[in-house]
């Protein structure tokens, strides 16, 4: 319950800033807006539709950051 709550606000974060950074010069905006899909990816429907539509224009995040997803979704043994 923690780490989906976490996951969703860390989705959030990262689409708060990707939406400055297309302003902003200094922030990557198009880097923050894919992390923070793919975070939000895991949870809701409208996030994979928009991830998969930006992911198709930037393949090569598109790698990085399913390897990263991958590494997130593993269980742990306790």
Known sequence: ???RVALIVVGWMFLIL???GIFLPVLPGVLFLVIGLSFLS???EWARR???RLLR???AADRRIQGMLA??????SA
């Open 1 to 3: 319950m923690l780490k």
């Open 18 to 20: 990707g939406a400055a």
């Open 42 to 44: 895991l949870e809701y």
């Open 50 to 52: 928009w991830g998969s």
């Open 57 to 59: 224009r930037f393949p």
């Open 71 to 76: 590494k997130m979704a593993k269980p742990t």
